[in-house]
Every structure is written in structure tokens, then in C-alpha cells.
């Protein structure tokens, strides 16, 4: 069994509104859940995709007091328009993977929302990895899970693409950690990430 399965994505916004609307035109779906993280000062919107998978747009949240901390997924200093910044591993084990991890996927913080309880590494300086491209890991506590009270999207993730400069050392570091067919690496000058679905109207393309 592979240490790390692909959990969830995240499209880093500048307010939700915004992420609600390129998901809209972009994916044709909508992302009817949504919830706060008062721990990060952040907020998202939620939508399934299938039975084990989710989206997530994530910003931060206006009316959230100062945390005193790096948030995570770097949002402090995100700009421009929603893109897809962020992939997150799920683990059985947060300590077993983050032995075998490189330095830098940060320390385990607890949270809870509602009947969900979970466990994210996070950086101290909220910055991932590669230059933030790196996959977050989550450890969700107890059976409950996103995916069993969302909504489904009818979304299915076909591909998802690291494009990166250190693309070959990356799949080396996590490419023995996952299934297979979990992500691609390309070396490329620009870091993205690109996700490929298959939708209830045909194929559609996030970046």
C-alpha cells in the first residue's frame, strides 16, 4: 500500500469569490460547502469529486483576527488571479511519512471542524518544499471524511501535472511513496501545476 494517496486539491484565491468564479467557467461546477480554519485565518469552499478525492478553493479570510503565523499554503503572499498552487497527500502515518520525507514538509498541527478531525504538517514559514510546490500531507483522525458529506461534482481527475525545474529529483523523492498513476513530473522553467478532468460535459483543464 502505497504511504501517501492524493487527497485533495487547493486553488489558492484571492477572495472566494473569485475562486468560485474561474472554477465555474473553467470546471462548470459550483462548490456549494464551505468552512473557516480560525487556526490559519483562512477560508474555503468545497466540492467532490468521487468517493475518496475533493476541491478546494482556499483564500484568506477577511474577517479572521491576525494568527500570528505563517499561513499555510503561503496565501500571505499569494496575488494575481485563483490558480492550482497546492496538492495534498493523505497518510496513516503523518510520523512514518515525515521520516522519509525531506526537510521542510514542517510540523503536524491538530484541527478540528465540525464531526472532522485531522492532523496537516505545516512549515513554520508556511512555504513548502521546492519553492512551495511540494505536496502538503494530511492525516485525517477517526473515519469521518470530506468526501462522505460533499456534494458530488461529477468531476474525475484524469491527470495531474507537476511542471517544475527540479521535476526528475522530485519524482525520485515521492515517486516511491505513491501509486503509480498519482502524478506526472516535467521539468519545465515555470512551476504549475496542471490538472486534467473528465467532466459530466467532456475533458477540462485547470492550471
Known sequence: MALLVLDHLALACGTLEQ?????RETLGVELPASGKHPVMGTHNLLTGMGPEMYFEAIAIDPEAPPVGRPRWFNLDAFSG?????????????MEAALEVLPAGFGTPISLERGPFK???????????????WAPAIIEWQGAAHPTQSLPDSGLRLASLTLHHPEAEDIAQVLGPLMAADTALFMPDDAPKLVAVFDGLDGVRRLS
Open 19 to 23: 475562486g468560485a468564479a474561474v472554477l
Open 81 to 93: 488571479p485563483p490558480r492550482l498552487t497546492n496538492w495534498i497527500l493523505r497518510t496513516e502515518d
Open 118 to 132: 485531522w492532523r496537516m504538517a505545516v512549515p513554520e514559514s508556511g512555504v513548502l518544499p521546492w519553492g512551495g
